[in-house]
């Protein structure tokens, strides 16, 4: 019944607000989808893309899982302004009435109501019923703007619990400071966890537009005497107000390198209080990004989630730089404010990111950056080589300036090769093949398991890699997710996506190298098992071995199974579906693996990921339903991508959508490619790599190609007889020329152009064999 009350609001909403012509990618984008349980970084509402800044209310505050905004609480106890990998910060509250901010957040927390809620990108309005504040919130990339609207009272409060226990972990210590009558200043020290190795300082400066008639601190529960400086552990400070009615205004600039670059933010950002300009402006830079895909037909709830994914996509992932350039370089025994390159206007060449691990991105952000934001993925390129300059290792998931060795292996490989072999080069790619060929070997990035942060890594295992051509299982070292299958898997992978950087290099040497290791995972391959089989120290296989079972993950596989991960070979499917014994039986493997997960809609619960046969809540199973497109049945992976889209993917209530773990963006990213038609196996990763067909949700899809980096103009796919039931391809044109194979090249793409598909409600079997 919730779900029904939702979607029944939602469409009120839209209909009330705009017309259909008059309706931008912004007004379909919304941001409660699959909010009933959030993970900490999932929901920013007033947020620019990869906004530093990612300012939201928060209904729970502990934990990185099942915290942040979740749908169906019943109370709002504070809006922080950082919503990232291992990164939370600066949570402020609005009350009136008794001071109680020195009690914590459990005692200013008020009760809200959905009736009186709006978000969009970039705004979120929101009524504080047991204050009767009205709050409304945005942001520039580096700076939150709050809009308060307190009753007539004297005692209007601003809390900013800057020491309190917060998300991710404690607060080392807190400092906040009185700068005069409008302004204050401070930080926080995030202290460390599990994945982030070091404390991080967030610093901030906050002005108000009217002003503070009291400061005050607090400490361990305790008011403290009135002072302007407030310093130590566990401790905050409040702004009480008089309010006459009128909105009370506040800007919050952050840094991750000063308070005074904070200041700095702000000045370049926000000098001034116009907060509708400042939302107007928001909806300007995101109707710009969400824009690069424009899409006619399909249904209303197909386009908001189309467009909802795509807001995720550009969301997830984090500036971590300010706007001269300057960044917290964390990455050695003591912090180091470095200063990206500048251009001939004295500007940064690119932001400086952060982001959680890239695993599995080579399906889903790293094909539809590449398409459609070359501009972003170059920038995160430069941020990784300049990890490269400062540390001595292309990062794996970084997170306030620290490696972080989150999962296993060394996903930038497929990114860089992706990025450079579509010319998106903006970066020194002669660093970047050096530092993945530093993590190709004993000692590199890939020889540490998850979250191994000590001196001498072997939990990644990659003497053994080296030596054996596998990764057994038992090998010794801390950190986790040490699967030697998986390992196997994705070393080969990458050892092919460094191949493909190495050809385009004419580094012919590593070329044939890498080319030989990446035929690894045929090590794993157990003729009697017909699938990959896990092997012990001693070479033999593992015993008591099943393909699924009721588990988190089963012995040798990474947050899945044997079913799945028998299936990731994206580089050499011809050499699997050998391994199978042709064309046919792998088909039928595959399509078995679909019905049998088919009753669980094709997910498993998030912590039992071993137990399904196909498995869309987690990144190694993405690529699944298209493996069709490779053994002969492109008919089926058109069926089973709309099938998935549909029910796993459709839902656009609180209550589902993504299935546990968008995950930055990647979740996200994958349903843009399902809806648009467009995949690409082996990450795009090769030179002119191929785009698998499926068939779209739209009638048309318009995708601007970026002039920096691309020929073309724009690349079109159009579809005629599209609905529901017909969802089968009869036959494509490209460029007006008939095509009967189910992909283009990416030199097609880039120089722009229009694929052509007419549908029907009965597979043509003929069509797009390859």
């Known amino acids: 019944m919730k779900k029904e009350l939702f979607l ?107 009736d009186k809620e709006i978000a969009i990108p970039g705004y979120h309005k929101i009524v504080l019923d047991d204050y009767n504040i009205v709050a409304e919130l945005t942001a520039t990339t580096r700076v939150g703007f709050h809009r308060y609207s307190f009753p007539e009272t004297d005692s209007a409060c601003i809390n900013f619990f800057t020491g309190a226990y917060f998300a991710h972990g404690t607060v080392d210590s807190s400092y906040v400071k009185k700068v005069d009558d409008q302004e204050i200043e401070g930080f926080s020290l995030l202290g460390r966890t599990g994945r982030r190795p070091k404390p991080t300082y967030v610093y901030f400066v906050a002005k108000t537009n009217q002003e503070i008639q009291e400061f005050r601190g607090w400490e361990n529960n305790i008011l403290l005497d009135p002072e302007t400086v407030i ?72 386009k908001i989630k189309f467009y909802t994914d795509l807001w995720h996509s550009l969301l997830g992932r984090k500036i971590m730089s300010d706007a001269d350039g300057k960044y917290c370089d964390m990455t050695g025994d003591v912090p ?19 982001f959680d691990a890239l695993w599995g991105s080579h399906w889903t952000i790293n094909v539809l950056w590449s398409m459609v934001y070359p501009e972003i993925m170059d920038g995160f390129c430069y941020s990784m080589v300049d990890m490269y300059k400062n540390g001595g ?4 998931g970084p997170s306030g300036g620290n490696y972080t060795y989150v999962m296993i292996g060394d996903p930038a490989s497929s ?42 890594p072997t939990g990644g295992g990659m003497t053994f890699y080296t030596e054996r051509g596998y990764v057994p299982e038992g090998i010794e070292g801390e950190g986790l997710h040490k699967d030697g299958a998986s390992m196997t898997l994705e070393y080969a992978y990458q050892d092919w996506c460094i191949a493909q950087m190495a050809r385009s290099m004419d580094e012919k040497e590593d070329y044939e190298s890498f080319m030989a290791r990446s035929e690894n995972y045929s090590n794993l391959w157990n003729p009697e098992s017909g699938l990959i089989h896990p092997r012990n120290m001693d070479g033999t296989w593992i015993e008591n071995f099943n393909p699924i079972a009721e588990e988190f993950n089963t012995l040798g596989f990474c947050e899945s199974n044997s079913a799945i991960y028998t299936n990731f070979v994206p580089h050499n499917l011809n050499g ?38 196909v498995d869309y809540e987690n990144q190694p199973s993405c690529h699944m339903a298209h493996l069709f497109n490779f053994c ?45 038609g467009l995949f690409q196996m082996d990450g795009g990763a090769s030179i002119n790599s191929a785009y698998e067909i499926t068939s779209p949700i739209f009638d048309e899809i318009e995708i601007s190609l970026h002039p920096d980096y691309y020929s073309g103009n724009k690349f079109v796919i159009s579809t005629k007889n599209n609905s529901s039931e017909n969802i089968f391809i009869q036959s494509a044109k490209l460029n007006k020329q008939n095509w009967e194979r189910c992909f283009f090249n990416h030199n097609e793409f880039a120089k722009g152009g229009e694929l052509e598909l007419i549908l029907g409600d009965k ?8």
């Open 336 to 354: 180091v404010i470095r200063q990206i390159k500048l251009d001939a206007d004295g500007k940064p060449v690119f932001p400086h990111y952060n």
């Open 632 to 676: 002969g049945s492109p008919w089926l992976a058109q069926k089973w991508v709309r099938t998935i889209k549909e029910s796993t993917f459709g839902d656009t209530s609180p209550y589902g959508g993504y299935n546990g773990d968008e995950d930055q963006g990647q979740l996200g990213a994958l349903g843009v490619l399902m809806a648009i």
């Open 576 to 613: 699997l579906i050998d391994l199978f014994g042709g064309q046919e039986n792998y088909a039928s493997f595959l399509n078995k693996s679909f019905e049998k997960a088919f009753p669980n809609n094709f997910i498993a619960p998030h912590g039992a990921h071993a137990r399904s046969w």
């Open 8 to 114: 029944g609001m939602l469409t009120l909403v839209l209909l009330n607000s705009c017309t259909p012509s008059s309706m931008e990618p912004l007004d379909y984008v919304n941001p409660f989808v699959d909010t009933h349980k959030s993970r900490w970084f999932f929901f920013s509402s007033a947020s620019r893309p990869f906004g530093m800044v990612s300012l939201s209310p928060d209904t729970w505050v502990r934990g990185s899982w099942n915290s942040g905004y979740l749908y169906d609480s019943l109370h709002v106890r504070c809006f922080s302004h950082i919503h990232a990998w291992q990164m939370a910060g600066i949570p402020v509250m609005p009350s009136t009435g008794e001071i109680k901010g020195h009690l914590g957040m459990e005692a200013t927390k008020s009760s809200f109501s959905h």
């Open 763 to 770: 597979p043509n079997e003929n069509w797009g064999k390859r």
């Open 393 to 396: 290792l292309i990062p794996r």
């Open 231 to 302: 310093k130590g552990k566990n401790n905050g400070a409040y702004l009480r107000f008089t309010s006459d009615g009128s909105p009370l205004l506040m800007k919050v600039a952050i840094s991750y390198t000063s308070i005074e670059n904070a200041r700095k933010n702000m000045d370049a950002e926000l000098p001034g209080w116009d907060f509708e300009k400042t939302v107007e402006d928001s909806k300007d830079e995101w109707n710009s990004m969400l824009s690069r895909i424009k899409i006619s037909g399909g249904t209303e709830k197909q």
């Open 415 to 456: 990114f860089f090769a992706c990025a450079y072999n579509k010319g998106i080069r903006n970066y020194d790619a002669d660093l970047a093949y050096e530092g993945l060929l530093k993590n190709a070997y004993p000692g590199g990035i890939r020889d540490r398991a998850g979250y191994e942060h000590n001196d001498n």
